[in-house]
Nanobody, 117 residues
């Protein structure tokens, strides 16, 4: 069974940092491109960042470029999102999502990130 379990969310003040993790199981993690997508209250899903299967290629939305870093450890079947200089508008539920192959679109339950003073 494919499982993606996000963790690391929480409440942080503006300017703070958080590191999200996504533990993957039930499929060969290293074969798949992965991405982070977020959804703020009352808004549609917003793509945040993508990483290739081997980790060599990364892509970012303009809204997070220079502040967020996506990474993966294929030996640990884990995807990460390091978020620095957080802003109020980064408040959202963050989803780890498979971005290639037959499992494209599968995602976890999400982790809540709230940026507020």
């Amino acid at each position: 069974e494919v499982q993606l379990v996000e963790s690391g969310g929480g409440l942080v003040q503006p300017g703070g940092s958080l590191r999200l993790s996504c533990a993957a199981s039930g499929f060969t993690f290293g074969y798949y491109d992965m991405k982070w997508v977020r959804q703020a209250p009352g808004k549609g899903p917003e793509w945040v960042s993508t990483i290739s299967s081997g980790g060599g290629n990364t892509y970012y939305a303009d809204s997070v470029k220079g502040r967020f870093t996506i990474a993966r450890d294929n030996a640990k079947n884990t995807l990460y999102l390091q978020m620095n200089s957080l802003k109020d508008e980064d408040t959202a539920v963050y989803y780890c999502t498979i971005n290639s192959g037959t499992l494209k679109g599968r995602r976890g339950q999400g982790t809540q990130v709230t940026v507020s003073s």
